[in-house]
T-cell receptor, first 116, second 111 residues
Framework: DVKVTQSSRYLVKRTGEKVFLECVQD?????MFWYRQDPGLGLRLIYF???????EKGDIPEGYSVSREKKERFSLILESASTNQTSMYLC???????????????FGPGTRLTVT | SQQGEEDPQALSIQEGENATMNCSYK?????LQWYRQNSGRGLVHLIL?????REKHSGRLRVTLDTSKKSSSLLITASRAADTASYFC???????????FGGGTRLMVKP
């Protein structure tokens, strides 16, 4: 069974704090993704990575950065958290080859982040 | 930008009835995927249909794809209370490296 885990289910941070969200997958997948989900807006892609130390911007990268030092781990960083970054954050992974959207994505349980 | 748009936004049916959800998209695709999300959880992949396929089945799920109309439908037959969830379609971009999700259909199946 593919497993994607996220470091926290719920997180409360203050405005201006640096926030790290961690994601780990155990299936040796090449591709990893970070999305945020807001009511009525569906999922929006923040960043993705198709290999170690590689990253690509998604639709809404502003205010975020990512790190992929190891194949199984993909971190999302909020350099200075703001209230408009309050959201559900979902990590996903998929096999590589054929592009990151060619195969099914396996999702973690999500981290509900509140910035006050 | 939202490539896929689901319709209806919400659907309420009785157990045993069929549920049909539709997805429309704007630009050409290589594949279209459907996912389910139970309340407050991550998404679970249901079906992937490629642009050269017209119909695909998986258990009680049937997905159709009409590339000429840029639309897809997900049919759940003989629904169960456990099917209560949000359902999302997702399409890939031209480069095939990103998925874009629609806003989802919230399905409630009443026992």
């Amino acid at each position: 069974d593919v497993k994607v885990t996220q470091s926290s289910r719920y997180l409360v941070k203050r405005t201006g704090e640096k926030v790290f969200l961690e994601c780990v997958q155990d299936m040796d997948h090449e591709n990893m993704f970070w999305y945020r989900q807001d009511p009525g807006l569906g999922l929006r892609l923040i960043y993705f990575s198709y290999d170690v130390k590689m990253k690509e911007k998604g639709d809404i990268p502003e205010g975020y950065s990512v790190s992929r030092e190891k194949k199984e781990r993909f971190s999302l960083i909020l350099e200075s958290a703001s209230t408009n970054q309050t959201s559900m954050y979902l990590c996903a992974s998929s096999v590589g080859g054929g592009g990151g959207a060619a195969y099914e994505q396996y999702f973690g349980p999500g981290t509900r982040l509140t910035v006050t | 930008s939202q490539q896929g748009e689901e319709d209806p936004q919400a659907l309420s049916i009785q157990e045993g009835e069929n549920a049909t959800m539709n997805c429309s998209y704007k630009t050409s695709i290589n594949n279209l995927q459907w996912y389910r999300q139970n309340s407050g959880r991550g998404l679970v992949h249901l079906i992937l249909i490629r642009s050269n396929e017209r119909e695909k089945h998986s258990g009680r799920l049937r997905v159709t794809l009409d590339t000429s109309k840029k639309s897809s439908s997900l049919l759940i037959t003989a629904s169960r209370a456990a099917d209560t969830a949000s359902y999302f379609c997702a399409t890939d971009n031209n480069a095939g490296n990103m998925l874009t999700f629609g806003g989802g259909t919230r399905l409630m199946v009443k026992p």
